[in-house]
DNA sequence: TATGAACGATACTGGTCGGTATCATTTCAT
DNA sequence: ATGAAATGATACCGACCAGTATCGTTCATA
């Protein structure tokens, strides 16, 4: 319900706010995307996050109107972080295994991280209260990993030896990308967040070439 | 750490149980349960667990040791009944296709119920503070709904119309169950958990069709 | 039925936390 | 420079909560 909106009584958003002040109300949001990321919002309370921002409490009711907009703000700065690698990837050029296999790993790294684990974690625990934030990161993660999957996927069809086939169709593009994305993501992702270690490399890349496979017998097979 | 041992201080674990008492016992963890699902860990007070289900906290300190040896028996008690009508399906005698799309229907019904939602979204939050039910959800979830696929995978390649080729690799056969779990689960449930409103039947049957035709593709082109 | 253990109700304790109030200090526009 | 606004530090309030203590009531067994 609050963003960087007034507290409702006491001191009142500033309308001319300091170099110091800014200074501060970033600090605070960064300190808390990592606290509260570690350990969920009730976990963290204000006072430690002032005490290892700097500022006081009365800073985080003057910027972001109290605690539930602090998380929110904090965890909408950490979402667009965590598939960089992904969306960053040159896949231009590449065979469709090539691709593939290239993009599955970034994924799986991704997701296989720390701070992605986490995240999801502090996440899908407080999709209740903050009905918002679960729909940007279903939109920062996994939609926006299938978009890059589709555009790959659609380019390399289109180019591919078998460029004599039809070029494919959009809607069946995007199956085949949901697809990949399950395959290479689905199990490890549920193992590395309840067990207590996540995969090694072998495992994601074997996990990544069995998706690979498996798109390419769907691929080969399509009329 | 607490089981269903005694608490440390105060009253001592009963040695002779009444009727009475164990009935109370059972009302605790049932309330609990419920409650422990639908608002997590934090999200629920000893008080409200006994003005709900009738008894004391002294029960719960009895019986359970404190909070934590109640909600690891609640939910320890929860996680069996979510995947029950998967693991009792009958699908002895079904071709691959027909098979394969019962059993991934029971699946995606079963982990999109609000039951199944919310007891994902309370374990995911809470595996830090009891790594051990992590483990045994998914030792209760995915392992077992994989187990359950890779059992029929076997026995349909095994009699299928073309038994005349391999009759399937244990590892190859484990893998494919794996990849047909991701497939038919991996975005519904994402969306389900961190979006509002799950999925729907007609959406549900089409990610499972889709599953089924990739299994298929797969099997065919298997060497 | 008598008796000791198990159980239920309730109040209390020590601690934590979100949010507010207060006041001293710093910043910046004039 | 100067004063009004912004900021920092701190104390405080009310609410909540896990866990304990106490005592009256109920049950099971002998």
Redesign the interface.
């Known amino acids: 319900m609050a963003g960087e909106a007034g507290a409702s009584t006491g001191r009142r958003c500033p309308t001319r706010r300091t170099g110091r002040g800014q200074a501060t109300c970033d600090r605070l949001r960064r300190v808390a995307a990592c606290l509260f990321v570690a ?2 919002y ?1 976990g963290v309370s204000l006072d430690e996050i002032v005490q290892a921002a700097g500022g006081s409490k009365t800073n985080i009711y003057a910027f972001y109107g109290g605690k539930e907009g602090l998380f929110v703000a904090a965890i909408e700065a950490a979402l667009g972080e965590v598939l960089r690698p992904l969306t960053e990837a040159d896949t231009r050029g590449l065979a469709l295994e090539e691709g593939l296999t290239r993009l599955g790993q970034a994924l799986i790294d991704a997701l296989l991280s720390p701070k992605a684990l986490a995240l ?6 407080e ?2 209260r903050f ?1 918002r934030l ?2 940007a ?2 939109a920062a ?2 939609a926006t990993s ?1 978009a890059a999957f589709a555009g790959f996927l659609a380019r390399a069809l289109a180019a591919g030896e078998d460029a004599g086939r039809a070029p494919g169709d959009p809607s069946e593009i995007a ?1 085949l990308a ?2 990949f ?3 290479v ?3 490890l992702q ?2 590395a ?4 270690e996540p995969a090694g490399v072998a495992e994601r890349a074997a996990a990544v070439a ?2 690979v ?2 798109v390419e ?2 691929v ?2 399509r009329g």
Chains 1, 2 share one sequence.
Do not use: C, K, N, S
């Open positions: 350990r969920g009730d999801h974690r502090t996440l899908i625990g999709t209740g009905p679960g729909a990161w279903y993660g996994p299938q199956v949901r697809l994305h399950d395959m993501a689905g199990d549920q193992r967040l309840f067990e207590t069995a998706a496979r498996a017998a769907l080969a097979r």
